[in-house]
């Protein structure tokens, strides 16, 4: 598994259908994210392909608590001893080994299918992962500068966050995504949350965004965020999704 640059000092590794990142900082690494139960490893491959070793991880960050960010999350701590970072609405789910909320109104047709389907299903359970550092927005983490952004509404916990190199990488998270285009994530546990949470990320000034899920975003991202809002304005809500 090979850990693809994308920013200077930046590593996004592919797992399946959703992406983690490495960032290099002085005393070692940071991991943003997990994967699913069987992404370790894959995630301890790409740390390797960096040059380092699993002890070398200095701290994880979780964006928020779906199974697709922190389902490999317990065994990740175990390999590299470092302790997790996230922020206090969705960490006390974690600590309960409970991995998310009911779903809210999507977006589109598809996600509204998706929101109906596991809204009936049991609530997601998986291992309990202790979080020994709750983060509030604006927070800056002993990280190279990596500053916090709560960005609720995907869920009530949800992080991005800004990196102050390159002219600034956001790390979206599922606060939006970038597939065919980019967009806000087909579920969510409250939309509206989830557009003026797309609003607040607009106003910061970052020239890469990268996302959990699709490509990354390089040159100028924030002018495309800040055209995207637009779209999801409140009674245009939905409207990019259905084109």
Known sequence: MRARPVAAGVWQ???????????????GLVLI???????????????????????????????HVH????????EMTRRTGAEVWMHPAD??????????RRLGRSPSGAGEIVRRTMNLLPEPKGEPVAVAHEVADGDE??????????????????LALLLPRAGGVLFVGDAAANR???????INEDLVGSGASLA?????????????????????????????????????????ERE
């Open 91 to 100: 960490a006390a789910l974690l600590r309960q080994g409970v991995y998310g």
């Open 13 to 27: 590794v592919g797992l399946r259908g959703v992406n983690a990142f490495l960032i290099e900082v002085d005393d």
């Open 67 to 74: 199974r697709d960010h922190v389902g490999g999350l317990a």
């Open 180 to 186: 065919r285009h980019v967009g806000l994530s087909p």
């Open 200 to 240: 607040k990320l607009a106003r910061l000034d970052f020239d890469t965004a990268l996302f959990s899920h699709g490509r990354p975003l390089r040159g100028g991202a924030s002018a495309a965020f800040r055209e995207l809002v637009g779209r999801y304005a409140p009674g245009a809500v939905g409207a990019d």
């Open 141 to 158: 983490l002993p990280a190279g500068g990596l500053r916090a952004v709560h960005t609720p509404g995907h869920t009530a916990g949800h």
């Open 33 to 63: 994210d997990a994967g699913m139960r069987w992404s370790p490893p894959r995630l301890t491959e790409a740390i390797y392909a960096t040059g380092r070793r699993p002890d070398d991880v200095t701290a994880i960050v979780v964006t």
